[in-house]
């Protein structure tokens, strides 16, 4: 069985770590390329490469040996000229720049990491996503929007009408059994595959395929800010063109401690507001600890990768 994936870096490659320990499927990751936040902004800007942080983020959570291996792709410096760089960064644009193509260098990144299935990019075109809000405002690339807080986006579109679907993204949709959307930032992460131009053509032809979308279990202030379980699949389904098949959404109670400070950051849980034979309702969250020592609430990856695959079987 042919699983798509599509989203961004953090959100679907959390998904890919529970669903790489099931035998039966085979997984494709398809990967956002408007990334231009930190370490992938500034190779993006000075090598003029796509953004390898995502790509990166999918390679390592599928790695064979993602403790060794995987841990030295995402080793950060934190000083020196090489500050806020992960090493897996650099790798996939060195690779780039040798093989003159990104896709090469993912595919021998791949080889050496010992990926279970692939992770593609959607295009290989350096392009931005731009954002109109409900007041008529505008923000240009994914760091702006990220920068907008509280405002409620209207609609978006590339900055290039001409960004074509990647031949491998085209291919990996079109023999997909399975194609889940999420979870991950909604217009930054997983919208912005949508955009490209072939990408809805090739899922409307797939008539077989299951679209499932996993809602985000908190809303986010910069992409998301109040938005409902309904308000998520309306802008899913309205830039796709086509109603999704399966909805899951998270149902846990979640600890006051770590919602006050969501709070801070206007976020909230998403809201099920539907009532909806589509929708599967499950305690899904896991807490993390991060960098800073912050607890976060993330989805547990076996969790809800064995939710999926007892919707597929």
Known sequence: MNIVAVGGGTGISTLLRGLKFFDEIDISAIVTVTDEGGSSGILRTEYLVPPPGDVRNNLVALAKDEKILGNLFNFRFSDGFLSGHTVGNIILTALTKITGSFSKAIELASQVLAIKGQVIPVSEDLVRIVAIYEDGTKAIGESQIQKVIGKKIKNVYLDKSDVIIFDDAK???????????????????????ILVQGFVETVENNTNAILIYVSNIMTQASESYKFLLSDHVKVIEKYLGRRLDYIIAN????????????????AEPVKIDLDDQRIIKENLVEIIIDKDGRQKIRHDPLKLASLIMSVIR
């Open 171 to 193: 291919k990996a949709l079109q023999k997909a059994d399975v194609i889940i959307f999420g979870p991950g930032s909604l217009y930054t992460s997983i919208i912005s595959n």
């Open 251 to 266: 149902k846990s109670i979640l600890p006051e401690e770590i919602l006050e400070s969501y709070k801070r950051e206007l």
